[in-house]
């Protein structure tokens, strides 16, 4: 044999010796993978179910988004395809901690599923690979013309740096947003406070069951979050702050938050909010109701006809309607501006009934909790509240007469009516803007401006601190 041979016999033994060899190699590979495939799906069935049961959990907080996310571009979901999809100021639901990367909840929808939710931790290494890979690209493209590769000012550069520094993904607010009603001047003032209580008083049977109207008489614009998180400025505001103290504050938002926990609409008649920038700032996320008077004229004459006591502080009340008419509307998120009563609370509650439905998730067809008691509430042929009642139409004949003005279904409203309708909330809801004597109007459909003419003049023992310090134009 030459030696030509001899090396290609060895060559080909060799090769035939690798090609031996290597099988098993691959033959592991093949195994390992489904190992891995086997056990991913394993996980992901788990997840599911976790998910499935999640579904029948209580609300354990809920937050607000401050930043957008489309789950259906995060391949990391531990269910693919159940990753939420959310936009910024949208509010969510959390049910409970699945990882350290992922929580389970909802949207806060009518409609809205349960679905798997980015914690902080998971939406910050995203917005990290996002600014990664947009500073790679940018330096590609700046590679060629050294002229393009300018950077910012240094001041602009550190505001942005320091904006995002300070801008977490999510604030904690209430599991139910409270409501809180301006307008259409100041409280402490009659116009003022019977209007907004005809309005409480309404929601308070409408709602019956599903309601909790607490008074607030803390500053709860003094709550911001930059206070309450930082001890330096809270001794500021504590030696500054004359009606409320940062402690009491506190202990008031914990109440609200804690209020909110059995997933009812909570209403706060607070005393000292008469401007949604109030609480634009704090942790409350609060549905804001402004009851809207269009035309000065009209509630400068609702004004003169309270009275002398009412007279004496018109520009003070007619400044701060000013103030609110200058608003923006998306500064609110009602606005009452119907001259009839039954209309402005229809609106009212048209709102918050869709509000309900977003927050109570129906599970297998089951009625939403409370409505059960709307439903016997609606048997019952002939019962209805006060205010209700008066929106009956009698019969085609009566027409518009038959529709009760503010001023009219203020007289009704202003009288007690424990005997009728018994408080079912003795400890959160205290009527405290007393209107004892009774209102009269000419007939049964005047214009708004005969609101609330009555034949003896009222006092505000309780509030009348307000009504004597002048309105500073800053104090918003």
Same mark, same amino acid.
């Given at each position: 044999m030459s030696f030509s041979d001899s090396s290609a016999t060895f060559l080909l033994n060799e090769g035939s010796a690798d090609s031996y060899t290597s099988r098993p190699s691959l033959d592991s590979d093949v195994s390992l993978e489904e190992e891995r495939e086997t056990a991913q799906h394993e996980v992901e069935n788990q997840a599911q179910q976790q998910l499935e049961r999640a579904k029948h959990k209580p609300v354990a907080f809920a937050v607000r988004t401050n930043v957008s996310y489309?789950?259906?571009l995060d391949e990391e979901c531990p269910v693919q395809g159940s990753a939420i999809n959310f936009e910024a100021k949208d509010f969510l639901h959390i049910k409970e901690?699945?990882?350290?990367?992922?929580?389970?909840?909802?949207?806060?929808?009518?409609?809205g599923d349960?679905?798997?939710?980015?914690?902080?931790?998971?939406?910050?290494?995203?917005?990290?690979? =996002?600014?990664q890979k947009a500073r790679r690209s940018g330096n590609a493209s700046g590679l060629g013309d050294p002229s393009k590769r300018r950077s910012p000012p240094p001041s602009l550069a550190k505001q942005k740096q320091k904006q995002a520094e300070h801008v977490p993904p999510y604030d904690v607010v209430p599991s139910m947003r409270p409501v809180v009603l301006v307008g259409p001047s100041l409280k402490g003032y009659e116009v003022t406070d019977m209007m907004q209580k005809a309005l409480f008083d309404f929601l308070k049977h409408r709602f019956d069951g599903r309601i909790s109207i607490t008074r607030v008489t803390a500053d709860l614009s003094l709550a911001k979050r930059s206070v309450l998180n930082n001890p330096g400025k809270r001794a500021i505001i504590e030696r500054s702050a004359t009606r409320s103290s940062i402690a009491e504050v506190q202990s008031e938002i914990e109440r609200i938050f804690e209020l909110a926990k059995a997933l009812q609409l909570v209403v706060l008649d607070a005393d000292t909010i008469n401007h949604p920038? =109030?609480?634009?700032?704090?942790?409350?996320?609060?549905? &804001?109701?402004? &009851?809207?008077?269009?035309?000065?004229?009209?509630? =400068?004459?609702?004004?003169?006809?309270?009275?002398?006591?009412? &007279?004496?502080?018109?520009?003070? =009340?007619?400044?701060?309607a000013d103030k609110l008419v200058q608003c923006p509307p998306e500064l609110f998120d009602v606005i009452l501006d119907e001259n009839q009563l039954e209309d402005a609370c229809e609106h009212l509650a048209e709102y918050l009934e869709v509000y309900w439905r977003a927050t109570h998730h129906p599970l297998g067809g089951q009625p939403l909790p409370g409505l059960q008691n709307q439903q016997l509430l609606g048997e019952r042929g002939g019962e209805h509240s006060p205010l209700e009642h008066d929106s009956l139409m009698q019969s085609d004949e009566a027409g518009e007469t038959s529709r009760k003005p503010w001023a009219a279904t203020s007289q009704r409203s202003s009288q007690p009516r424990e005997d009728e309708y018994p408080d079912p909330y003795p400890e959160l809801y205290q009527p405290h803007r007393h209107h004892n004597s009774g209102l009269h109007s000419a007939n049964g459909h005047d214009s708004q401006d005969r609101l609330l003419q009555r034949e003896a003049e009222q006092t505000h023992n309780d509030r009348n601190w307000q009504r004597t310090r002048p309105w500073a134009k800053d104090s918003y």
């Amino acid at each position: 044999m030459s030696f030509s041979d001899s090396s290609a016999t060895f060559l080909l033994n060799e090769g035939s010796a690798d090609s031996y060899t290597s099988r098993p190699s691959l033959d592991s590979d093949v195994s390992l993978e489904e190992e891995r495939e086997t056990a991913q799906h394993e996980v992901e069935n788990q997840a599911q179910q976790q998910l499935e049961r999640a579904k029948h959990k209580p609300v354990a907080f809920a937050v607000r988004t401050n930043v957008s996310y489309c789950g259906a571009l995060d391949e990391e979901c531990p269910v693919q395809g159940s990753a939420i999809n959310f936009e910024a100021k949208d509010f969510l639901h959390i049910k409970e901690k699945y990882s350290n990367d992922w929580w389970i909840g909802r949207l806060v929808k009518e409609g809205g599923d349960v679905a798997f939710i980015p914690s902080p931790q998971r939406l910050e290494a995203v917005r990290l690979k =996002q600014e990664q890979k947009a500073r790679r690209s940018g330096n590609a493209s700046g590679l060629g013309d050294p002229s393009k590769r300018r950077s910012p000012p240094p001041s602009l550069a550190k505001q942005k740096q320091k904006q995002a520094e300070h801008v977490p993904p999510y604030d904690v607010v209430p599991s139910m947003r409270p409501v809180v009603l301006v307008g259409p001047s100041l409280k402490g003032y009659e116009v003022t406070d019977m209007m907004q209580k005809a309005l409480f008083d309404f929601l308070k049977h409408r709602f019956d069951g599903r309601i909790s109207i607490t008074r607030v008489t803390a500053d709860l614009s003094l709550a911001k979050r930059s206070v309450l998180n930082n001890p330096g400025k809270r001794a500021i505001i504590e030696r500054s702050a004359t009606r409320s103290s940062i402690a009491e504050v506190q202990s008031e938002i914990e109440r609200i938050f804690e209020l909110a926990k059995a997933l009812q609409l909570v209403v706060l008649d607070a005393d000292t909010i008469n401007h949604p920038a =109030q609480l634009a700032k704090t942790s409350l996320a609060p549905i &804001v109701v402004y &009851v809207k008077v269009s035309s000065p004229k009209v509630l =400068q004459r609702l004004i003169k006809s309270r009275g002398k006591s009412q &007279v004496k502080h018109l520009n003070v =009340q007619m400044m701060a309607a000013d103030k609110l008419v200058q608003c923006p509307p998306e500064l609110f998120d009602v606005i009452l501006d119907e001259n009839q009563l039954e209309d402005a609370c229809e609106h009212l509650a048209e709102y918050l009934e869709v509000y309900w439905r977003a927050t109570h998730h129906p599970l297998g067809g089951q009625p939403l909790p409370g409505l059960q008691n709307q439903q016997l509430l609606g048997e019952r042929g002939g019962e209805h509240s006060p205010l209700e009642h008066d929106s009956l139409m009698q019969s085609d004949e009566a027409g518009e007469t038959s529709r009760k003005p503010w001023a009219a279904t203020s007289q009704r409203s202003s009288q007690p009516r424990e005997d009728e309708y018994p408080d079912p909330y003795p400890e959160l809801y205290q009527p405290h803007r007393h209107h004892n004597s009774g209102l009269h109007s000419a007939n049964g459909h005047d214009s708004q401006d005969r609101l609330l003419q009555r034949e003896a003049e009222q006092t505000h023992n309780d509030r009348n601190w307000q009504r004597t310090r002048p309105w500073a134009k800053d104090s918003y």
